[in-house]
């Protein structure tokens, strides 16, 4: 069954910079203090785009110590990557289905 692609992930994981840190997560978790060294982005717009990703449920938080480490959950984007492929297989025969005009 075809199912609709998450509008929130999408427009979530379309911003550049937010794209940037989900694949920055993907290599490891990782705390606000390298997200800022590895973006360069300032630490109050850093937080803002955290704060979105964990909202979409793209991240969650690991509180340690003064620290708060983000990691991804993969399962978000595993079902969007399926969701994507069901969306490829549909358009694969799409061409085989042809709506006469009237």
């Known amino acids: 069954m075809l199912t609709s692609v998450d509008p929130d992930v999408m427009r979530v994981l379309g911003d550049p910079l937010r794209l940037k840190i989900v694949t920055l997560l993907a290599r490891e978790t990782l705390c606000t203090t390298h997200l800022v060294e590895e ?3 300032k630490q109050t717009n850093l937080s803002n785009h955290m704060k979105i990703l964990r909202e979409a449920g793209v991240v969650e938080t690991e509180p340690c110590g003064r620290y708060i480490y983000y990691k991804l ?14 969306l ?3 358009a694969r025969g799409a061409c085989e289905n042809k709506r006469p005009c009237p």
């Open 39 to 41: 973006t360069g982005a």
């Open 73 to 86: 959950r993969p399962e978000v984007l595993a079902g969007l990557s399926e969701q994507f492929a069901a």
């Open 88 to 90: 490829a297989a549909a």
